[in-house]
């Protein structure tokens, strides 16, 4: 199915939802992920709003945003204090894979292990970087045996829930790299001045595909949400939204 068809399909879909989806307001719980969600002087911004605001605007659903620390999300998921956590790939929740029901993808992204580009450092498995000292998001799980290599203290693990800081403290040579988003790091760099070409890739991680995460309470309004970012994605609305903070 073309664009076109898959546009006009989404804006049927959605047309016959809004209805319900007005009546139907949720909450929607976050925590700061940067360039996707930004928490600055109290106020949220980023790609994740804007995406959930287009959302809002094309079906109606009322949508009430709060930014919550890491933890506090996750519990606030299990409880049922919020009904969506956007910008999620079901492997980063499979702890709750009995209460979640997702959206369709609407982003592929993927973490990167990160180092200055004159260490020459390089690997194509966990065990070729154990001993070193990685900069990583606060409270964040880390797949294909990084999270194991934390945990046994095979490699050192140094969190920080502010991303900017640990690209500094990598190009002050700190430490031995960072675990970073490939998105995220474009705004970081483009944000604080840094240059690309100073840095290399020395892992890539397999591709992760990005969903809006509903508690399995509110999944009767997932017909409505696909059919909003399947319209979103075939008129090129999320890749604009992505492109404006890396660009």
């Excluded at 620390?69 to 996750?74: D, G, S």
């Excluded at 001993?131 to 934390?150: R, T």
């Excluded at 944000?191 to 397999?206: E, H, Q, S, W």
């Amino acid at each position: 199915m073309n664009r076109m068809a898959v546009l006009m399909v989404a804006i049927m879909i959605v047309g016959w939802c809004c209805c319900m989806a007005a009546a139907e307001p949720m909450t929607v719980g976050t925590a700061e992920w940067r360039p996707w969600q930004i928490m600055e002087n109290g106020h949220l911004s980023g790609i994740t709003p804007k995406i959930l605001r287009e959302i809002s605007k094309r079906t109606g659903l009322a949508m009430e945003i709060q930014w919550l620390p890491q933890k506090r999300l996750m519990i606030a998921f299990e409880t049922g204090t919020i009904d969506m956590e956007p910008t999620v790939n079901p492997v980063w929740r499979e702890c709750h894979r009995d209460i979640s029901v997702y959206t369709q993808p609407f982003y592929v992204t993927g973490d990167v292990f990160l180092v200055r580009r004159e260490s020459g450092i390089r690997g194509s498995s966990v065990k070729e970087f154990y001993g070193m000292k990685l900069g990583c998001g606060l409270g964040y799980y880390y797949p294909e045996g990084f999270q194991e290599a934390f945990e046994n203290g095979d490699i050192h693990r140094e969190d920080n829930p502010v991303a900017e800081k640990n690209l500094v403290k990598l190009s002050l040579k700190r430490i031995d790299g960072i675990i970073v988003d490939k998105v995220q790091v474009r705004y970081i760099m483009k944000r604080v001045g840094l240059n690309p070409d100073d840095f290399a890739t020395a892992y890539a991680f397999k591709p992760s595909e990005l969903s809006m995460r509903l508690h399995k309470n509110r999944k009767d309004l997932l017909p409505v949400i696909n059919a909003a970012l399947a319209g979103m994605l075939a008129d090129g609305t999320i890749d604009r939204i992505v492109d404006s903070y890396v660009r």
